[in-house]
């Protein structure tokens, strides 16, 4: 939506002609993404405004690389414990925390679930349920480097995300926003999803039953292997756990 100014502006060059180009780069100029200054350099996406507001991260130019936070997150299925580790993904950390203190995942429900043999994750962070939408900024990548290949994948490609990870998803390199998946059984992927943590032994027990009770069937697949869970699987809020 164009703001007065740029109304202004516009208005002006269709009347002058040849300063139609001129004006709308001028105010594409005026008005770039916001970027923090610090090393994890949070990025605005105006063009994809975030589901809840809420501001960029800190980005301290001497971003926690060190040590790990618990994290307690109560679901309407049971209790998932987290351990995130700054050392495998500072940035990544950084954001999540933030998140969690402007209660960005307060009352959001987690809205794919997918049981491929080879895929087996909890995606969750959309607050509008749809997996269409974050929190209105993107992020640098932190990829593992560490994970192991996937038994005969002989192309080297493929590497094992393994049962009690916890990764971003993403829609392209260095997309990473709010949305994350937990890792219920060994997955085949590509190695470009950002490790960042761990669920605890309950947080798998809960992921368990959620994968058990399956997911909803449609008009056109009565019985998917990836889509909406069966159990409604809403995040209560995320805390540090003391």
Known sequence: MLTRLNRALVTTALIAGSLVTSAAVATAEDHPPKVTKGACKYEATPEDPAARKV????????????GTVELTVPTTQGTIGLTLDRAKAPCTVQSFLHLARHRFY??????????????????CGDPSGTGEKGPGYKYKDELPVDLPPWPGDTTGTRKVY??????????????????FFLVYGDSRLRPDYT??????????????EVAAGGIEPTAEN??????????????????RAW
Request: proline share 12%; aromatic share 2%; glycine share 8%.
């Open 162 to 179: 393994g049962r009690g990870l916890l990764a971003m998803a993403n829609a392209g390199p260095n997309t990473n926003g709010s949305q």
């Open 222 to 239: 009565p019985a998917p292997v990836d889509g909406t869970p069966n159990l409604t699987t809403t995040i209560l809020k995320v805390r």
């Open 55 to 66: 501001p960029l991260p800190p980005d301290p130019t001497r971003t926690p690389n060190r």
């Open 106 to 123: 307060d009352v959001t429900t987690c809205h794919r679930l997918t049981a491929y043999p080879t895929l087996k994750v909890l995606q």
């Open 195 to 208: 490790v960042f943590g761990s669920v605890d032994a309950d947080g798998l027990a809960t992921l368990d």
